[in-house]
C-alpha cells in the first residue's frame, strides 16, 4: 500500500531531550516536507526537500533540523526540545511534475507533548 | 507576499443544505489551488485539485482568476463532511511544498 509513515505517533518527553521524529514513504517520492499544526493556527510548514541532500527551510524552522540522506527517508529532529514545539506533526510527500503539482500524501501523525 | 485566506474558521449547516467554503488567494503567476480535507482525528487527504476538474465526494471548486478564489462548494451536505477543510496554492510545482490557509471546520447538524 502508498503510504507515508511517521513514527511515534504519539510522544511525551522532557525539555531539552533530543528526539527523532522518522517518515518514511514507499511511492518513490522526490519531494518530502514537514508540518506542524497547532489550534488557531493551522498547518505551518516547518522543512522542505526536493530531492536527496535538497533541503531548505518553510515558514517555522527554529529549533528544527531535518536530513535527507536518502530519498524515502526524511527524519525530523528536535536538537533541544522546548514545551513551545507541543504540537501534532505532518509529514507529507509528493512526485515531481516539473510545473505541475499532482499534490501531497500525508502521514498519520505525531503528537507531541514537551514538558 | 503570497496569502491564501480562508475567511470562516467554522461554519455550520444543516444536512441537505448547500455548503461553500470560500478560499481567497495573493500569489504571483498562475499557482495551482488545492483542497484538503481533514476529517476528525484522521491524516489530511487531497480532497480536489483544480486542474483535474474532477467531482470528489459531491465537491467541486471553481477557479476565479479574476477574483483570484476558489470556493469549494456542495449542493446538499451530509453529515460525513464534517471535517477540517484546508485550501492550498502551489506555485512551485509543489517542490517547495504547501502554504495552507487557516481551515474551515465545516459541521454538518442533522
Known amino acids: 500500500e502508498a503510504q507515508v509513515t511517521q513514527n511515534p505517533r504519539y510522544l511525551i518527553t522532557v525539555t531539552g531531550k533530543k528526539l527523532t521524529v522518522t517518515c518514511s514513504q514507499n511511492?518513490?517520492?522526490?519531494?518530502m516536507s514537514w508540518y506542524r499544526q497547532d489550534p488557531g493556527l493551522g498547518l505551518r510548514q516547518i522543512y522542505y526537500?526536493?530531492?536527496?541532500?535538497?533541503?531548505d527551510k518553510g515558514d517555522v524552522p527554529e529549533g528544527y533540523k531535518v536530513s535527507r540522506k536518502e530519498k524515502r527517508n526524511f527524519p525530523l529532529i528536535l536538537e533541544s526540545p522546548s514545551p513551545n514545539q507541543t504540537s501534532l506533526y505532518f509529514c507529507?510527500?509528493?512526485?515531481?511534475?516539473?510545473?505541475?503539482?499532482?499534490?501531497?500524501?500525508f502521514g498519520s501523525g505525531t503528537r507531541l507533548t514537551v514538558v | 507576499a503570497q496569502r491564501v485566506t480562508q475567511p470562516e474558521k467554522l461554519l455550520s449547516v444543516f444536512k441537505g443544505a448547500p455548503v461553500e467554503l470560500k478560499c481567497n488567494y495573493s500569489?504571483?503567476?498562475?499557482?495551482?489551488l488545492f483542497w484538503y480535507v481533514q476529517y476528525s482525528r484522521q491524516r489530511l487527504q487531497l480532497l480536489l485539485r483544480?486542474?483535474s476538474r474532477e467531482s470528489i465526494k459531491g465537491f467541486t471548486a471553481d477557479l476565479n482568476k479574476g477574483e483570484t478564489s476558489f470556493h469549494l462548494k456542495k449542493p446538499f451536505a451530509q453529515e460525513e463532511d464534517s471535517a477540517m477543510y484546508y485550501c492550498?496554492?502551489?506555485?512551485?510545482?509543489?517542490?517547495?511544498?504547501?502554504?495552507f490557509g487557516k481551515g474551515t471546520h465545516l459541521i454538518i447538524q442533522p
Open positions: 507529507a510527500s509528493s512526485l515531481s511534475g516539473g510545473q505541475v503539482s499532482y499534490g501531497y500524501t
Open positions: 511511492m518513490n517520492h522526490e519531494y
Open positions: 526537500s526536493m530531492n536527496v541532500e535538497v533541503t
Open positions: 500569489y504571483s503567476g498562475s499557482p495551482e
Open positions: 483544480h486542474i
Open positions: 492550498a496554492p502551489d506555485s512551485g510545482g509543489g517542490a517547495d511544498g504547501l502554504t
